[in-house]
């Protein structure tokens, strides 16, 4: 089992571009989940699903979007991209509620 | 709003001492709680988690936690640190109901002096 992965690992964008982060599991798990990492911050859910088709807003939305159409994958969308989506972000997932969630490696991103 | 506290954000401790990283929770429905830790550039591993039963828990790599519902506590200890237990610890909780959102404490930064 590979668990989660994430890619790509780093990525610099200039203000205004756009990309996305792909997550995949193969574990099987129905709950997904984004979270950014900023220092001495902790991690923040972005957006989370709690399985194919289906997906929620976090605690920090604003400037993402998702989407979900398979159990193994759960990208990350970026539209424009601003200097404070400077983080690092890790793609997790669960398979029931309250559980374990396992984490990706996670990608650098840096916004200029 | 549901929270964790890390008061500690950077500890220092020599090799071989013992350590407690403190991690308290604000009051809510059932918590199941996490310790997660981060090495430089990496993701997060689980070092242990505690759902029910025993509220003391033993993870890996030799930590243990002990869960302390009177005091909203679950404190995270080793008895003998090592070079490489120095990373970043989070604490986290779930709430049942919660669909599984972990709240995250901001971390603990542990440094190992040789």
């Known amino acids: 089992n590979a668990g989660v992965t994430q890619t790509p690992k780093f990525r610099i964008l200039k203000i205004g571009q756009s990309m996305t982060l792909q997550c995949t599991q193969d574990?099987?798990?129905?709950?997904m989940y984004w979270y950014r990492q900023d220092p001495g911050m902790g991690l923040k859910l972005i957006y989370y699903?709690?399985?194919?088709?289906?997906?929620d807003k976090g605690e920090v939305p604003n400037g993402y979007n998702v989407s979900r159409s398979t159990t193994e994958d759960f990208p990350l969308r970026l539209e424009l991209a601003a200097p404070s989506q400077t983080s690092v972000y890790f793609c997790?997932?669960?398979?029931?509620?309250?559980?374990?969630?396992?984490f990706g490696p996670g990608t650098r991103l840096t916004v200029l | 709003a549901q929270s964790v506290t890390q008061p500690d954000i950077h500890i220092t401790v020599s090799e071989g001492a013992s350590l407690e990283l403190r991690c308290n929770y604000s009051?809510?429905?059932?918590?199941?709680l996490f310790w997660y830790v981060q090495s430089p550039g990496q993701g997060l591993q689980l070092l242990l988690k505690?759902?029910?039963?025993?509220?003391l828990v033993q993870g890996i790599k030799g930590f243990e936690a002990e869960f302390k519902r009177s005091q909203s506590s679950f404190n995270l200890r080793k008895p003998s640190v090592h070079w490489s237990d120095a990373a970043e610890y989070f604490c986290?909780?779930?709430?049942?109901?919660?669909?599984?959102?972990?709240?995250f404490g901001q971390g603990t930064t542990l440094q190992v002096k040789p």
């Open positions: 997790a997932s669960s398979p029931r509620v309250e559980d374990t969630q396992y």
């Open positions: 574990m099987n798990h129905n709950y």
């Open positions: 699903s709690v399985g194919a088709g289906i997906t």
């Open positions: 009051y809510g429905a059932t918590p199941y």
């Open positions: 505690y759902f029910s039963g025993d509220t």
């Open positions: 986290a909780v779930v709430y049942s109901g919660n669909t599984g959102k972990l709240i």
